[in-house]
């Protein structure tokens, strides 16, 4: 799988009557990985939705390879872009070969044969370290393995593009960093909506953080996520250090901010 270049344009999302993004512009190489952060209700899984195809956009475009989103059908979008929820049903009657299946179901009026559809799914499952979960029922699965199962599901639609929203939530610290490596290493372009901020600056080429629809900053990690931007979206005072190993970015929460 390649990555897709992606261009985000003036974007806006309008959601009952209120505009919930407003005017969002960001530009990603094939193969980068972009962490989106911000408080709750920031915006983030509204961007990532109106990336997928799910929700309208009210004004501006987003382009993959430089063709626009809107002018795509479903199937052709479900083709480049997957996106893995941040919440999933827990009692689904479905193993777990089944529920990465669902994932080829755009490719299958392509000509794609059960032998392709069952060589994606055995491929998805062995890339996202669960092809030891394959008979295994849906239901009976623990957090952090329902996520890479989920990630096998995506993984299996061939995606040059992979959302994911909130891919840590619920996850043990061991697990948590174990996805967001499985993830980073990847080769395609992933734009993961991220609570942790240590996350972004750890796994992430570029962080983009949104305040109350808007873009705040965008840039690398140690660009974006200053102590003054830090304190003026969260209201939370940093210090941000330099790792010993490699010099990334690494942020020491200091305390809560008072009005």
Known sequence: MTGAEVRI??????RAGRRVLDDVSIALDRGAVLGV??????????LLGALAGILPVSDGQVLLDGRDLATLSRREVARSVAWMEQHSERDI?????EIVGLGTFPHRERGWTRSRQADAVSGALDAAGAAHLTRRAWAQLSGGERQ??????A??????VLLLDEPTNHLDVAAQLATLEFVAGLGITVVAALH???????????VAVLDRGRLDALGDPREALSTETIA?????????????DDGRAVIALDGQLRG
């Open 155 to 160: 993984l299996a639609q061939r995606p040059r």
């Open 232 to 244: 003026r979206v969260f209201g939370v005072a940093t210090s941000v250090l330099s790792h010993p």
């Open 37 to 46: 952060v911000g408080p709750n209700g920031a915006g983030k899984s509204t």
């Open 9 to 14: 344009e003036g974007l806006s999302v309008t």
């Open 148 to 153: 890479r199962v989920s990630i096998a599901r």
């Open 93 to 97: 009657a479905m193993t777990v070969e």
């Open 196 to 206: 942790d901020l240590n996350h972004a600056a750890r796994y992430c080429d570029t």
